[in-house]
Structure formats: C-alpha cells, structure tokens
C-alpha cells in the first residue's frame, strides 16, 4: 500500500459486488462493464477548484478540457475508443452560467478531435469551490488492455517526455488515445497505464498488479524540457531526473512490450510521438534503478497521491 | 424555459456535437450510447454537502444510497435495467475515510437489490463539503422509453403517491426500476419520466417533449401521508393537494399510456404498488387542473429546480 487512497481501494475492492457483469473491476485506469454482452469501457474523474486548479488564475475553458482529457487518458491506457461522456458541474454561484460555457466550450473541440459525444450530466450551483465530474465510455476491439499484463524480459516503453507538466503540459496534454490504439493493432502490448501519478508510482503500480519487479535505466528516461526548466531554476532542489521520475500529470502511456516488438517500436515512433525504452520488467518483484556507471540501487517510489 | 438550467441545457443541446454514437442525447431522464452497435443508457446525478444534503445531520449512509437511488431512477425512467455505476468521491479531510466507506456502505444493499456492479470512480479530499458525484450504466430490452412519446388521449398514470418527500422519503424512496420494466414488458408506454422536481414540472416536461397538453383531475392525485402531515401542521401555508403537485423528490413514475393499457395497470398495480389514472394529454398545448367542482383552470408549473 503506497498510500491512503489505495488502502481505500483495496477495502472498496472488497466490498463491491463481484457482478458477472462486471469484467473488469475497481483497481486499473477503468472498469469494463458487460453491457447486454458488449464492452464497455467506463472511467470517472472529478476535478475541484482548490484542489486540482485555481479560479482566481484558473481559464475554465483549460479546466473543462483537463476534466475530459484526463478521462480520455484513462481510456487510452486500456487501449479503449472514446465514445460519450457525462459531465455533472457544481457551480459557483457568483461565477455561474458562464463558468458553465466555459467549461464545456473548453472540452468541445478535444471532444470533437476524438468524436465524444457529450451525452448528459448534472447541473447545480452552490456558495462553493466549482466542481467538475466527467465519466467516459469507451468501446474496444478485442480484450482490453490493462495494467496487470507485463511480463518479465518485456521492454519498458514510454511515449513522449517526463517531469515539469506543472509549466503548462498539465493542462493542455493530448491523452495518448491514438496512439495506444495504434500501438495495439500493430504490435504486441502486455500492459498499459497512463502516467498521472509519476514514473516511478506508475510503474510501481504496474509492477504490483502484474506481479513482476522492474529495473529502469536512468539513462535512458526521456526528460522533459519543462523538467530541465525547472531544475535549472532550481525549484524545490530537484533535479530534472527527479522530476521526470516523481511528477505527475505527464499523461503519456507506459507500456511492457516484448523486446523485439519494443525495438520496432522504438525505432519508428508512433504517429510522430517518440517512444523509449526505459528499462525491462523482471521475476523478482523488487524495483530497482539503474544509474549511468551501472549501480543498482532500490528504485524510490514518490509521486503525487491524492491523499485521503 | 422555465427556468435557468432549462435554458442551459438548451445551450448544451445546441453545443454538443451530435454524433451518429448517441442515439438521445441531453434532455431526458438519461442518455442512450452506442457502443460498439449496443445501447447503453448513460445518467449522472452529483450530490453536494449544503446543497442536496447537511453534514452535520445526514447521516452518511443514507446520503450514499440517495446518490445512486436517484441514478437508478433516471434508469428506470428509460425502462433500462442498471447494470453498473461509477462513484467519485470528493471527501472532507476531516471525515476522511469514515465518511467513503459510509458513503459505500450506504449504496451497497441497494446495489446488490438492483445487481449493480461498483465499477469504479475516483477519490480525493480536501477541506470543503462533501460530494458525491454517481454515473450509472443500464442495458435496454428494446427501444428506449423517452419523455417524447405522449399522445393526445393518453391517460396520465403515476406510481404510488405524492408530495411530502422531505418528511423522509426523499432518503429512503425506492427507485422504480422494476416496476418500469414490468409495465413496459407487459402493457404499451408510450412515454415515462420520473417524478423528481415535482408532479407539475415534471409533468409539463413531458408535455412540452411530446408537444401535447395535458389535463389533470385534482381530485386523483394520490396524495402522500406525508403531504397531509405536512399541510396540517401548516409547514408554509401549503395544502397537501399543493403538495402533492409541487414538492420535488418523489422519484414516482409519470407515464403516458393509451386507455385501454391505462385501465388495466390501474386495476391490477405493479408489483403491490398502486398505478392512479390523474388525467390525460391533449392536443391543445396547454397545461389543465380540473377542480372537484369540474372547473377548468391553468395549471401553475411550480417545482424545485436547480437554478443556475
């Protein structure tokens, strides 16, 4: 248990009613719920003022697109097509009907760009913080991809760079949907998650649900300009490595995949995004980091939680 | 438009993009999706700590069962058997982990009643009010039930019985999920909605999506205990009849069904609940109340609404 909001999980895990319906249950970046013997794909993510974003800086249009993109990025790291969604606001008062527009004006044109369908939601006001809800549905080709698939010897592969979405990446991401479907037509994928929690968080949570242990090269990680930024300005005394590895909100998918097909992989990209292989999953279920004169130390497992 | 939120929705209607995968979008009780050539029925409901419920006297359980109690009835509103939810969670830090796992435990027998799958959602917390936000997933036999589908001499039918819901009812209702599907597997519906902002609203929703009038005989409305309750001890001046057509939150079926089907619902019920006859839709668009005495006035459309 890395954290309180896991502990949550794992007694929600126990209480929630193993429904036959339910394929795929609490515990990966979404559910699969058997709907009159179709998949679908479904996860929820709720942003608030305060938390997740400021009003007194914060564009509602930014917040409306973040609130889908982070549910589209949920639903690529199962390998899902996009289809609707639901998005219930809890509006401020003082702040209203123009919050509102904002909000969903910020997520029509991503929406359209992956051709959701805003289907419904819920809207009410109140005193308090502005609060945006969004469930995506998604549909699949084939068994979903999920976090708990990696095998040992698989390639651990990264799309884009890490660390530093704090300077603007954070709200203006593109969720990887393309690209983990593309990736899994054409090549074998054991597993998927996206990167919200940082790198090495992430990654440990791969590693635990598929039961195997990790070794990355430091190397080899793709850092960010912003991460490089950052620690030139030496924000909070971490070092661009550090960022890359602990950050949140990168939003690009880490993936285990085969060595041969990681190779072909790495060499051509995916739809122009770089894809790097950061390291290799192993039998023993111990994270390890690999540094530039080859010494392996324990891999530190930092990255932001939620928190309860 | 009676009122702000209609008026955003018909903003919303007019943005969200109409994609050939929703099959109906914002404006009934709920959507329908199409994933991968299936229907899925698509309803969110948040509810917020000061608005739909008071911390220091709700108790937490109860709050948790409403959430997903109101969900299943925008379900049962289309005829959809729920399948699945999803919760977010945002916590104060305060209440913390004893506040989610009541707010779960308190959804749990109610789930399992229904066989709904938890499948998922998210969690955060911070130092303001409690939310709760629900999404649920249903499957259709056949054709959606809409609000759209009132026709000049239907009769109108409800469920149960009327007003007073804030004496206890509001917490503890049960969605008439099942009930929904009998009528609609047994007899021919032609429109459904469910009762949440008060008979008259509600009723002039489905009257304006069906573009029909409507008539409605005071004399048969079923009015709740609690209505009479309420008006007796002159809880602001309203009478029970008033009530019966103006307090939100009944969660009762409002249907649409021609005479002959109407009668025979009527006789027999639906699963031990009584099914009244209060009036019919008429070609004329114009909403009726018709007295004891038979004397035809406009009916004022008041309810509970959201407002913006």
Redesign the interface.
């Known amino acids: 248990m890395q954290n ?2 896991d ?3 794992a ?2 895990r126990s ?5 036959t ?2 394929r795929l ?4 970046d ?2 699969v ?8 794909v ?5 942003l ?1 003022e ?3 974003f400021e009003a007194d800086t914060g564009d509602f249009m930014l917040v409306g697109r973040k609130a889908l993109a982070v549910n589209l990025s949920d639903l690529a790291a199962m390998a899902a097509t996009p ?2 969604v ?6 401020n ?1 003082r702040q ?2 123009r919050a ?2 904002n909000l ?2 910020g997520m ?1 044109p991503l ?2 760009a992956h ?15 502005t ?1 945006v ?1 969004v ?1 995506a ?4 080709e084939g068994e979903p991809l999920t976090r708990a698939g990696a095998r040992p010897g698989d390639a651990i592969l990264v799309t884009g760079t890490l660390g530093g979405s704090i300077l603007g990446k954070h709200l203006q991401f593109d969720p990887r949907v393309r690209e983990a479907i593309a990736l899994r037509s054409d090549f074998e994928i054991h597993a998927a998650i996206d990167i919200s929690d940082g790198l090495a968080l992430d990654l440990s949570r791969m590693a635990s649900a598929s039961q195997v242990g990790v070794e990355i090269e430091l190397a080899h990680i793709p850092i960010s300009a912003a991460a490089y930024e950052l620690a030139s300005a030496n924000s909070n005394g971490k070092s661009a490595l550090e960022r890359a590895l602990s950050d949140g909100e990168d939003f690009e998918l880490l993936l285990a995949v085969p060595p041969a097909d990681a190779q072909r992989i790495c060499e051509q990209g995916v739809l122009g995004i770089d894809v790097t292989n950061i390291g290799r999953f192993t039998v023993a279920r111990e994270l390890y980091r690999i540094d530039e004169q080859g010494k392996r130390r324990p891999l530190e497992v930092e990255g932001y939680t ?3």
Not at 25 to 28: K, S, V
Not at 33 to 40: E, F, K, L, P, S
Not at 115 to 129: C, I, K, R, Y
């Open positions: 309180t909001e502990e949550f999980y007694w929600l209480v929630a009613s193993n429904r319906t339910l249950g609490i515990g990966d979404a559910a719920v058997d709907i009159a013997g179709t998949d679908c479904v996860t929820s993510d709720l608030a305060g938390v997740h289809v609707a639901t998005v219930s606001l809890l509006l008062k209203g009907m509102a527009k969903i004006s029509s929406a359209a051709e959701v369908a805003l289907a419904g939601g819920d809207t009410n006001s109140w005193d308090g913080a609060i809800s469930t549905l998604g549909r699949l939620h928190g309860l």
